[in-house]
């Protein structure tokens, strides 16, 4: 059986019957503002709640003149024998495929851009479930972008090229995907997903070849790292590299360790991009500040060892040192993370002897969390400075009487 998809302009359609089959077609017609007819002796009770003249009769073939378009939702033989011998219109009888001239789609409306799929009437769940998933994929306001279209095409002017590349703003083609600790396993769902459909990957030195291994042999991999003293790239020219492939309709995924929104510089990217008229998504991922430290066997709170906890950065844009948050070592049952700590150790060790920490405060560094060679150092305030020239970067330093559960959890 061959079929085509076509879009009716105008239809009048008559619908035959009353019953729960009738009023969810009869609820498609009307979603879609179509002129039709309904006539049935009989009704349900939910038939009131739309805005069709109910005519209450016995269907006769007569009540098919004037009508190109017929739906039998009757479920009668009589009726359908009825109808296939008196055929001079299109029919449809519901659930029957093989005497339909014509198949309902399902549907998605969003104004002038209307997406039917079919399956020539063998499963209307298969193009439910497929209609749902092209629903979440398309923007709400898709229909903004068609009155403009229609306006210019108005008007004669058609560019295709620009159509194309406005048309592209509209849907989400810059993805920044928090890459977690370098696990693959500890990899969103949403994360990988995303992963497996860009053009391009953007991605710094902390991404492991374990994750880059999860990218489809097509996908285009650009090295954007930047190491302390060794920046390869500027922040500047990583959002003008991730603009010019996405101005060429790629999907670009900007890969980043962590959460893109926690000392990431997620927030720079995205706010210029989202400036240049793209969408951006933003998929979270696991932080070191948190996951890090439970690698370890160190929970960031614990009953009767710390109620709260902060997470501090000890860099500052342009490489300036970041001390504000000394204090917090002061804070009773507190823990403190510090990311990017590691090679500031002997300040972070001086300022808080000036403000009177105790010598024997637990620290933790963990280096590599969730790695091959991950290391953890339990040491105290004391030995910071010189325990931290024997650990590596990345690393993670944890402030708190949590740390001491560390040979317990692990």
Known sequence: MNSLPILLKNPKILLIGGGPVALQKATVLENNSIDFKVISKEYCEAFNSLHVKQIIKDFEIKDTHGFNYVVDATGDDKVKQTLLENKNFLLNIVDVPEFCDFYFSSLLNYGKLKIAISSDGSSPTATQVVRDEIKRIIP??????????????????????????????????????????????????????????????????????????LLPVHVKKVFVGKQKGAHSKSQEEINELILFYA????????????????????????????????????????????????????????????????????????????????????????????????????????????????????????????????????????????????????????????????DKLI
Not at 170 to 178: A, D, R
Not at 269 to 288: D, F, H, P, Q, R
Request: hydrophobic letters at 40%; one cysteine or more; proline letters at 2%.
């Open 247 to 406: 101005k060429q309709g790629l999907k670009v995924g900007r890969l980043k360790s962590g959460d893109p929104y926690i000392f990431g510089r997620g927030a720079e990217e995205a706010k210029e991009l989202i400036e240049e008229g793209y969408k951006v998504e933003v998929i979270n991922g696991l932080t070191s500040a948190i996951a890090g430290v439970a690698q370890a066997g160190i929970p960031v709170t614990a009953r009767d060892y710390a109620t709260n906890f902060s997470v501090v950065s000890a860099h500052l844009k342009g490489s300036l040192i970041n001390l504000d948050w000394i204090h917090l070592l002061s804070v009773k049952n507190h823990t403190t993370v510090v990311l990017m700590g590691l090679s500031l150790c002997k300040h972070i060790q001086k300022e808080a002897f000036k403000i009177g920490v105790c010598n024997d405060m637990e620290v933790a560094i963990v280096s590599n969390a969730s790695r091959k060679n991950q290391k953890v150092k339990v040491t105290t305030l004391a030995n910071l400075y010189k325990d931290s020239l024997e650990m590596v970067s990345p690393a993670v330093l944890v402030f708190g009487k949590v740390v001491r559960l560390s």
């Open 140 to 213: 709400e306001d898709i229909d903004e972008f068609c009155q403009k279209q229609a306006i210019q095409r108005a008007i004669g002017k058609i560019d295709k090229t620009l159509a194309k590349t406005e048309c592209k703003k509209y849907f989400p083609s810059i993805y920044l995907i928090g890459c977690g600790l370098g696990d693959a396993e500890l990899l969103t769902i949403k994360a990988y997903k995303a992963m497996q459909i860009i053009d391009v990957a953007l991605y710094d030195n902390l991404i492991t070849e374990e994750i880059l291994e």
